[in-house]
């Protein structure tokens, strides 16, 4: 498994980006973004399988919101553009290891959790 630590994380105004960082003690093949608000399950957001030509998205964030990695650098991105209230939680970065596309795919079966960065979206 990965340690994982996420940063980033901040207070903006709906309309405006975040740029969210995960710095893994080794990279998977999948690695993705969760989030949880309060009184709500956890729900993947976007997971990222071997490169950025794999990527995959829960539907409210498609087209604002951009998972990509650095592999040489052990670095996983969200960039998160057009924020609204709504995307407002808790977002944690995992890891799926070994990794297979499917559950990748899904957000099944990740197996290592960062801590968690608090993104705030206010009106």
């Known amino acids: 498994q990965a340690d994982l630590v996420e940063s980033g994380g901040g207070s903006v105004q709906a309309g405006g980006s975040l740029r969210l960082s995960c710095t893994a003690s080794?990279?998977?093949?999948?690695m993705g973004w969760f989030r949880q608000a309060p009184g709500k399950e956890r729900e993947g957001v976007a997971s990222?399988?071997?490169?950025?030509?794999?990527?995959y998205y829960t539907d409210s964030v498609k087209g604002r919101f951009t998972i990509s990695r650095d592999n040489a650098r052990n670095i996983l991105y969200l960039q998160m553009n057009d924020l609204t209230v709504g995307d407002t939680a808790m977002y944690y970065c995992?890891?799926?290891?070994?990794?297979?596309?499917?559950?990748?795919?899904?957000?099944?079966?990740?197996?290592?959790w960062g801590q968690g960065t608090q993104v705030t979206v206010s009106s």
């Open positions: 080794k990279i998977s093949f999948c």
């Open positions: 995992a890891a799926h290891v070994p990794g297979d596309r499917w559950s990748c795919s899904n957000f099944e079966g990740f197996n290592s």
């Open positions: 990222l399988y071997v490169d950025d030509t794999n990527t």
